[in-house]
């Protein structure tokens, strides 16, 4: 079941994409509306923002939104895990770029060791004095009942994988490295957590996919282009915010430090591979289709991998107009309403052990 929603703000021309808006319907989960009370409960209870902050700007940052918009057919529990976690995702990030802007490489080394070893024994970090190496073992534990070992020691190996790629940016920005395009988009496929949001979508679908449909051409290349969409999205909206901040990690800022391209160059470019992520997309989607409907030889287990297919196709393709709205209705991209654009007033300035 799916339920659309009827608000929708406003676009600024330059980041507008009318496919977007005219071939990707908005689709919201029914349980939406209890989520952002619940994942505000859960900030506060495992205290990963102040109070204030949370009664203050936890709503307006529209995590749950972003995550009830993708996984749509989820259960609610398992929705209401996957919203929780993205928010702690979001606040882990926050979190990433204070010790580097405050130069505490030894706080962020600790906290990177610490999320390493709660991602392999989850139950032992749940009352770490840390709260979001404790935050992130809860988030661990609810989501390792979702599905088999196999897909639990599948999302832990991805995900050791995005700890370590966020471990180099923070060397890279405590060094100046701007990375070169390619190794950009290497690095930012990690940090943005591709795989992560792509495991989750079988836990919604109730299925573990085999193998061999992971690994099919047709299915990565759909499930690459959802994620890459988001990514390279996500870096045109969010190029003013990391230029205030003197960020180093946006194609964007790629583009103009090894390619000499000018700011205005810059966002064309990134323009034009965020169209083409939505081509590369609708080209992928009918082949993942049809191998849905390759399966359905009138098995059960047949059957039971062309529904889940159908399910996971369907919600990256949910993830294109989810990440669009997010970008212009969440208050982590409105620089221009900050007292200091270099400082978003819903982040805690104290190191995990103050």
């Given at each position: 079941?799916?339920?659309?929603?009827?608000?929708?703000?406003?676009?600024?021309?330059?980041?507008?994409?009318?496919?977007?808006?005219?071939?990707?319907?908005?689709?919201?989960?029914?349980?939406?509306?209890?989520?952002?009370?619940?994942t505000?409960?859960w900030?506060?209870?495992?205290?990963?923002?102040?109070?204030?902050?949370?009664?203050?700007?936890?709503?307006?940052?529209?995590?749950?939104?972003?995550?009830?918009?993708?996984y749509?057919?989820?259960?609610?529990?398992?929705?209401?895990?996957?919203?929780?976690?993205?928010?702690?995702?979001?606040?882990?990030?926050?979190?990433?770029?204070?010790?580097?802007?405050?130069?505490?490489?030894?706080?962020?080394?600790r906290?990177?060791?610490?999320?390493?070893?709660?991602?392999?024994?989850?139950?032992?970090?749940?009352?770490?004095?840390?709260?979001?190496?404790?935050?992130?073992?809860?988030?661990?534990?609810?989501?390792?009942?979702?599905?088999?070992?196999?897909?639990?020691?599948?999302?832990?190996?991805?995900?050791?994988?995005v700890?370590?790629?966020?471990?180099?940016?923070?060397?890279?920005?405590?060094?100046?490295?701007?990375?070169?395009?390619?190794?950009?988009?290497?690095?930012?496929?990690?940090?943005?957590?591709?795989?992560?949001?792509?495991?989750?979508l079988?836990?919604?679908?109730?299925?573990?996919?085999?193998?061999?449909?992971?690994?099919?051409?047709?299915y990565?290349?759909?499930?690459?282009?959802?994620?890459?969409?988001?990514?390279?999205?996500?870096?045109?909206?969010?190029?003013?915010?990391?230029?205030?901040?003197?960020?180093?990690?946006?194609?964007?800022?790629?583009?103009?430090?090894?390619?000499?391209?000018?700011?205005?160059?810059?966002?064309?470019?990134?323009?034009?591979?965020?169209?083409?992520?939505?081509?590369?997309?609708?080209?992928?989607?009918?082949?993942?289709?049809?191998?849905?409907?390759?399966?359905?030889?009138?098995?059960?287990?047949?059957?039971?991998?062309?529904v889940?297919?159908?399910?996971?196709?369907?919600?990256?393709?949910?993830?294109?107009?989810?990440?669009?709205w997010?970008?212009?209705?969440?208050?982590?991209?409105?620089?221009d309403?900050?007292?200091?654009?270099?400082?978003?007033?819903?982040?805690?300035?104290?190191?995990?052990?103050?």
């Open positions: 079941m799916q339920t659309r929603t009827q608000t929708q703000t406003a676009v600024p021309p330059a980041l507008a994409l009318p496919v977007i808006e005219e071939a990707f319907p908005r689709n919201l989960h029914p349980y939406w509306p209890k989520l952002q009370e619940k505000r409960s900030l506060l209870q495992k205290r990963l923002m102040p109070a204030d902050k949370v009664e203050k700007y936890a709503d307006g940052l529209c995590y749950t939104d972003l995550m009830a918009g993708y749509i057919g989820a259960p609610d529990d398992l929705l209401s895990a996957i919203c929780d976690y993205s928010a702690w995702f979001f606040v882990w990030d926050d979190r990433h770029d204070r010790d580097v802007i405050h130069g505490r490489p030894d706080a962020w080394r906290l990177a060791v610490q999320l390493h070893a709660a991602l392999e024994a989850p139950q032992l970090h749940l009352h770490h004095r840390d709260p979001l190496v404790a935050a992130f073992a809860d988030s661990m534990v609810r989501l390792n009942g979702s599905l088999t070992r196999t897909w639990n020691a599948r999302f832990a190996r991805h995900f050791h994988v700890i370590d790629a966020y471990d180099q940016e923070f060397r890279n920005r405590t060094t100046g490295t701007v990375p070169t395009v390619e190794e950009y988009i290497e690095l930012r496929r990690n940090t943005f957590a591709h795989w992560i949001w792509l495991d989750l079988e836990p919604t679908a109730q299925y573990e996919l085999p193998e061999r449909v992971l690994e099919s051409p047709a990565r290349r759909a499930a690459l282009a959802c994620q890459d969409f988001a990514a390279w999205y996500n870096d045109l909206c969010s190029l003013p915010k990391e230029l205030a901040g003197d960020e180093l990690h946006n194609l964007g800022i790629s583009l103009i430090q090894h390619e000499g391209l000018s700011l205005e160059e810059a966002v064309e470019e990134v323009r034009r591979r965020v169209r083409g992520c939505i081509s590369e997309f609708l080209e992928a989607e009918p082949e993942v289709l049809r191998m849905a409907d390759e399966a359905a030889d009138g098995t059960l287990a047949g059957e039971s991998l062309a889940a297919l159908r399910s996971c196709v369907s919600n990256m393709r949910n993830w294109f107009s989810s990440v669009y997010f970008h212009h209705e969440s208050g982590r991209y409105q620089v309403s900050w007292d200091d654009r270099a400082t978003p007033p819903y982040i805690s300035d104290q190191a995990g052990d103050e």
